[in-house]
């Protein structure tokens, strides 16, 4: 068992990982069904009557069961790997990338995956905390609505479909993650 946990807790090579996403999008393909996470929140105000209110959200929840399953089974492996699959040895950044964090105020860059400065309790009660948990939250759902879809929807599911919307949307992505990285995050990590 010992073993099993050590190899799972590697980085799978890309040769493994990407037969697998893709197996699982022709057997998605195969059922009629579509990858996205997005949708949850849906399905989620659908069960809780969200159609009384709203027509968007007036439609047959039942169909879209597995998703929930399988988001309750991404927060579920979550759970398992910060718990029993951490690597005891710090994240290998670069040493220009170390420095330029601290130099932004992040103490310990690759310590943690989530640094205390930015996600924890403590910070969420500062102004830079606020900024990037509770706007940029914001931010990242009505994204998430507006573009129809989550990145893993786009990215995964819409791409292997061959979707130019999709398409269109992973571009949008990175440039928004481009944006982010270079011109807004040195901004919010100085509030």
Request: charged content about 10%; aromatic content about 14%; glycine content about 12%.
């Amino acid at each position: 068992m010992e073993s099993l946990i050590e190899w799972m807790s590697q980085p799978w090579p890309w040769y493994v990982a990407g037969p697998l996403i893709a197996f699982t999008m022709v057997l998605l393909l195969f059922v009629g069904k579509s990858f996205g996470v997005s949708d949850t929140l849906r399905t989620t105000c659908a069960i809780g009557g969200g159609g009384r209110v709203s027509d968007f959200f007036d439609f047959d929840w039942r169909k879209q069961v597995w998703n929930l399953i399988f988001v309750l089974g991404a927060v579920i492996g979550g759970f398992i790997a910060s718990t029993w699959l951490q690597q005891p040895e710090p994240i290998p950044l670069a040493q220009d990338t170390v420095m330029k964090l601290q130099e932004l105020g992040i103490s310990n860059p690759g310590a943690d995956y989530l640094p205390e400065e930015i996600f924890s309790w403590e910070s969420l009660f500062t102004l830079r905390g606020f900024v990037m948990l509770v706007i940029g939250g914001f931010l990242i759902g009505f994204g998430a609505r507006y573009a129809g879809g989550c990145t893993s929807g786009h990215a995964i599911s819409g791409l292997s479909n061959l979707q130019v919307p999709s398409l269109i949307a992973v571009v949008g992505f990175f440039i928004g993650g481009l944006i982010m990285t270079y011109l807004l995050l040195p901004v919010i990590l100085t509030l």
